[in-house]
Every structure is written in C-alpha cells, then in structure tokens.
C-alpha cells in the first residue's frame, strides 16, 4: 500500500501529565475541557483552551479509574456530570455545579474541591471496563470484567441524582471491554474478550434482549463504535477494533435499521433468535495498518474519518472516498486485506453499489515513544490557534502518562 501523504503533527501535551498510566480521555460535548482517566485513582479535568490542568477529581475510587463520560447536555441536570469506571468494581457520578467559562484558563487552587461525589453505583463483582451514556442522557451503561452489562436509568429530580436498575446482560462468555450507545435510537452495542459484538434492545415487556450478534474478529474486541454522520438513506454502522489486529466495518442490513423481512443472505451467526432481532453484515475491513492489537477506535461526526491506535503505538486515520469503477461495477468486499492494501472476500452488493473504499488518509508512529497507546479520540479545537469554529484534532492517551493533541493535515 503507498504510503499517505497526509500528515499527524503534535500539538501539545497537556499538562502536567499523569504520574501514572493514562488510560483514556473524554472531550466535553461543548465545553472546553475533556476528562483523563487515570490509574492514580483521579481523573484529570484540562483546559483545551491552554492545554493546561484545570481541577483533579479524587477520593471516589479505591483503585484505577478506567473509563469517564460526560452526561449529554441535553440531559434534565443543568450542571457539568461525569460518570467514571473503577478497576474497584464501583461507577461513580460527579457533579460540578460551578460553570466552567473559559475552559480553566483562570483556574485555581480550589477548582478541585468543586466536584462532589454525587452517587456510587455498586454491582458489579469486578473491574468495570466502560461507562457510556445514551443520547438522552437518561440511561448509563457499565460494563466489566465480571463479564455483564448494567444498564441504569437517571430517575432523580434536577440537582439530585437517584439511578435505578433497569438491566443486567450476562449473555457475554468473557470480559465485556466496550459498551456504547446508538445515537438515533436506545440500541446498546457491546465488544467483549469472547471476539463478539452483541446488540441490545428493549423489548415490548420493557426487558433488554439481544437483537444480534456479529463474529468475525479472531481475538478480544477491545472497542467499537456507531457512525456518527450518515448521509440520508445510509443505514447504520459500526466500526471495531480487535487483538487480532484489525478495524472492521459492520451495516445494518435490515431496511431502515428495523428488522425488517428484506431477503437474508448473510450467515445466522450474524442473527440472534427471538422477536425484533436485527441482521448486521460486515461491510469491509479496513486496510491493515497495525501490528498489534487495536486498542480504540473512533469515528469523526465532523468528516466521517476513523481513527485507530494501539498496542504497536501506531495512530492512523482513515477515510472513505469513491474509488473509479474499472469495469461497470465496482466491487466493496468483505475479508482480509490483500497484499496491495485492497479487502478480499465476499463481495458486499449493496457496498459495490456506493462505489466506496476505505484509505489510509493519515498515519503516526510511535505517538508516545515505546510506550503503548491506550485510546484515541476527536475533539473539537479551543485554543487560540485554531482555523475555525468547528476545527477538530485528535486527542490520545498512553502508558507513560501523556494526553497529546494532533493536528490533521494535508500533505
């Protein structure tokens, strides 16, 4: 595969850095701060505005924080929430009813104390590996090394938080590591240690249910997540990572992502038994780049890019374009990647019909020296520098501590 011409520049670091591992960040949806779990026990509030530390939240966890997510701003609460993910087996929601202005370009000393402790939610038997929140903001999802899912719902008035039980999924045969939420729809997605990908669903007698299960990765599915822009009358999609170190595309086949009777010709492993189940094919796997396992992946709502990183220290971006058709019809096939960087396999009609491929767009190696890197993600850009309102770059987070920002651009 020719090498891409666009470039990955480094920013800044944010600082301080973490004294310890740095296990992933969460950018705030409109906010200019993004949070950084640690293995410290905190996680580290900076300012995107100064790429500086604006506040430490601590004292809520007896061991290393693993995942944090920001509640939605379309929730009912008014104040900033954050929920985080212990290797202690709790998930915790902090509050801060203080407004962030300018991001902590002026912060102080006291910043940290303006964060409370606000619930503790207790469950789970062992290490929770996730926390996300669904578009509403209602719904929390956990996940862990106990090998279930816990959905909660938000039942509390405004300013007083009070989370209520509503699902425990234990159909995964291994550590759940990833959970995330469909933004259109209350569709959970969840990537385990077993190599799968399940779908979950409420059904009609308000119990969650598995909708679908996708195989086809050869080791743990380490993360994934949904398209985030799609364009109109495109059904939806999911991107995952693995330890067998490669990024896939999976689509909903079912017409309007709905079930429907549309004709079925993908294997039923991809298909779960039972009423309102769902038929996803995978789509493409994504031209192999990494040498280890693929730790975080994600897709950008601003460009439709994906981004990935992992074991080998390796970021890369991707990028969907038209590719020329040689022959009338050109062929988007499932499978491994071929020598020339191109995906072999069964061909995907309805893929072929859009006439799309999958580049690498942008690639980085060694982002944090030797060290590996744990989760890359987009964010919008703050800081004086930038070029636009809606500018964005890439945030990563490593095994030496460092939270590092990346600048995009075209070679």
Same mark, same amino acid.
């Given at each position: 595969m020719a090498t891409p011409t666009n470039q990955l520049t480094l920013l800044s670091a944010l600082s301080p850095p973490s004294t310890t591992r740095a296990w992933m960040a969460a950018p705030h949806p409109h906010l200019p701060i993004v949070a950084c779990a640690t293995s410290a026990k905190t996680v580290i509030i900076y300012s995107l505005a100064t790429f500086t530390k604006h506040s430490v939240i601590s004292g809520g966890h007896k061991r290393s924080v693993r995942s944090c997510a920001w509640q939605p701003s379309s929730a009912k609460s008014p104040t900033t929430v954050l929920a985080t993910g212990s290797f202690d087996a709790s998930a915790g929601i902090w509050r801060r009813d203080e407004q962030y202005g300018d991001g902590g370009a002026n912060s102080d000393n006291d910043a940290d104390d303006d964060w409370h402790f606000s619930v503790v939610l207790d469950g789970h038997d062992s290490e929770v590996k996730c926390v996300a929140w669904s578009a509403s903001g209602m719904l929390l999802a956990t996940c862990g090394r106990d090998k279930s899912i816990w959905i909660w719902e938000d039942t509390g008035e405004v300013g007083n938080d009070n989370f209520e039980t509503i699902a425990v999924l234990t159909e995964h045969e291994g550590d759940v590591k990833c959970v995330a939420w469909a933004e259109e729809r209350d569709v959970l997605a969840s990537a385990s240690y +077993?190599? +799968? *990908?399940?779908?979950?669903?409420? &059904?009609? #007698?308000?119990?969650?249910?598995? !909708?679908?299960?996708?195989?086809?990765?050869?080791?743990?599915?380490? @993360?994934?997540?949904?398209?985030?822009?799609?364009?109109?009358?495109?059904?939806?999609?999911?991107?995952?990572?693995? /330890?067998?170190?490669? =990024?896939?595309?999976?689509?909903?086949?079912?017409?309007?992502?709905?079930?429907?009777?549309?004709?079925?010709?993908?294997?039923?492993?991809?298909?779960?038994?039972?009423?309102?189940?769902?038929?996803?094919?995978?789509?493409?796997?994504?031209?192999?780049?990494?040498?280890?396992?693929?730790?975080?992946? @994600?897709?950008?709502?601003?460009?439709?890019? !994906?981004?990935?990183?992992?074991? /080998?220290?390796?970021?890369?971006?991707?990028?969907?374009?038209?590719?020329?058709?040689?022959?009338? =019809?050109?062929?988007?096939?499932?499978?491994?990647?071929?020598?020339?960087?191109?995906?072999?396999?069964?061909? /995907?009609? /309805?893929?072929?019909?859009?006439?799309?491929?999958?580049?690498?767009? @942008?690639?980085?190696?060694?982002?944090?020296?030797?060290?590996?890197?744990?989760?890359?993600?987009?964010?919008?850009?703050?800081?004086?520098?930038?070029?636009?309102? #809606?500018?964005?770059?890439? *945030?990563?987070?490593? &095994? &030496?501590?460092? =939270?590092?920002?990346?600048?995009?651009?075209?070679?």
């Open positions: +077993d190599n +799968d *990908i399940r779908l979950w669903k409420e &059904d009609i #007698d308000g119990e969650y249910v598995c !909708i679908c299960v996708m195989r086809g990765h050869e080791g743990t599915v380490w @993360a994934l997540a949904w398209e985030g822009v799609r364009e109109e009358g495109r059904r939806e999609r999911i991107v995952s990572c693995s /330890d067998d170190a490669t =990024v896939r595309i999976w689509r909903n086949a079912d017409r309007e992502g709905e079930g429907s009777n549309e004709k079925r010709t993908v294997p039923s492993t991809f298909r779960a038994a039972g009423e309102g189940e769902e038929t996803w094919v995978q789509e493409s796997a994504l031209p192999q780049r990494h040498e280890r396992g693929v730790y975080s992946v @994600a897709w950008s709502k601003k460009t439709g890019r !994906i981004l990935s990183t992992g074991g /080998d220290g390796k970021v890369v971006i991707y990028e969907e374009r038209p590719v020329a058709s040689t022959n009338g =019809v050109e062929n988007d096939v499932n499978g491994q990647n071929g020598p020339d960087g191109t995906v072999e396999g069964e061909v /995907d009609e /309805d893929a072929s019909r859009r006439k799309m491929e999958w580049f690498v767009y @942008a690639e980085y190696e060694a982002a944090h020296g030797v060290y590996e890197v744990n989760h890359a993600c987009w964010s919008r850009r703050y800081d004086k520098g930038r070029k636009s309102e #809606d500018e964005e770059f890439v *945030i990563t987070t490593g &095994d &030496d501590g460092t =939270v590092n920002t990346w600048l995009v651009g075209e070679g």
